[in-house]
């Protein structure tokens, strides 16, 4: 009996799909978990990650991350999974996510939501996040987990050696330099968190964002700590506060995987410290805080922590630093 000879290309296309399939299905290698200071009490406590294994497998496993590069770091994933978030349909996976992560409702404006995105950007009972008052405080714009450089060109970012690129990140040569040796304070919202963002300091401020186009990675340390670069990479949006107290003050908000839009709902170009700017719709998302050198004294227990390697807990309106 006389056999065939393989073909040659199926036997290639053959090898290169059981390559594929075995890196796809092989173990990730475990990751730290993320650890974090809880303000209040001053703790470590280790984060409950949303998504946790899709997280690893897309960063750590050569399939993920050519999976990563494809296709879900692009906008149309992003725009689809958004537009699902905002079906009636969604709703459904409300108090699950609730209960597993939880979120505590009581201080909501509304208990009842018409989709997840609905109560994703749920508004909160003005006494629930009370605003420093004292006008040389800079108060917290956002609710989640901080990390503060009093000088950022002098600073490890995320990684032993890693510098942030403020160049990149503005995507300004010339507005960046104001901002050198500044200080930089970065808030990452994770999806549990309230998604809305405030004004840190009273000033003048353009009627619109500047925007620029990116990618949306995920802004987690899971994948922050494989690419630390992803804030100059992700779309983005900055606005500068012209502060008569704190200088110029660059407020950034910057996209994530599943961050469908971020939306500014200010008006007018004279703002209030505590007055809401704009919320993120669906995922987990960064704002970030640029200062000019010698303008404010972080306070020293963020500081203490970042310098640990470890994110402190923070709500809108609390106190991050004041005037130098």
């Known amino acids: 009996m006389k056999f065939k000879k393989p073909n040659k290309k199926w036997t290639i296309i053959w090898f290169i799909s059981a390559l594929i399939f075995v890196l796809a299905v092989f173990p990730v290698p475990s990751q730290k978990p993320i650890k ?13 990650v949303y998504g946790e294994q899709w997280l690893n497998w897309l960063y750590h496993n050569p399939v993920g991350e050519a999976t990563l590069w494809v296709i879900a770091k692009r ?43 609905d109560f994703f950007i749920r508004q909160l009972k003005p006494e629930a996040r009370p605003i420093i008052a004292d006008s040389l405080a800079i108060a917290s714009p956002a609710d989640g987990k901080i990390l503060a450089y009093e000088n ?21 040569k010339e507005l960046s330099k104001k901002y ?3 200080a ?25 964002n500047i925007k620029i186009e990116g990618d949306y990675y995920s802004v987690n340390p899971l994948a922050l700590r494989k690419k630390a670069e992803i804030f100059w990479l992700n779309k983005r949006e900055y606005s500068i506060i012209k502060s008569p107290i704190f200088g110029d003050v660059a407020m950034v908000e910057v996209g994530a995987t599943m961050v469908g839009s971020m939306i500014q709902t200010y008006k007018g170009t004279t703002v209030k410290k505590g007055q809401e700017k704009g919320y993120f719709k669906f995922g987990g998302s960064t704002v970030v805080l ?20 470890l994110e402190t807990t923070i709500k809108m309106g609390e106190q991050i630093a004041v005037k130098k």
């Open 36 to 48: 974090y200071i809880d303000r209040e009490t001053g703790q470590i406590q280790i984060e409950n």
């Open 75 to 117: 906008k149309i994933v992003t725009s689809l999974y958004g537009d699902a978030m905002e079906k009636p349909s969604s709703a459904d996976k409300i108090m699950p996510f609730v209960k597993e992560y939880k979120v505590d409702l009581s201080i909501a404006q509304q208990q009842r939501f018409k989709s997840f995105n």
């Open 152 to 172: 950022i060109n002098q600073s490890d970012f995320y990684i032993k050696g890693f510098r942030f690129n403020v160049d990149s990140f503005l995507n300004d």
């Open 180 to 182: 050198e040796n500044g």
């Open 184 to 208: 930089m304070i970065v808030f990452r919202l994770a999806p549990p968190d309230y998604h809305r963002y405030h004004f840190p300091v009273s000033g003048v401020t353009g009627s619109s």
């Open 290 to 309: 640029l200062f000019e050198k010698d303008q404010i004294k972080i306070d020293e227990d963020l500081l203490t922590n970042t310098s640990r390697g």
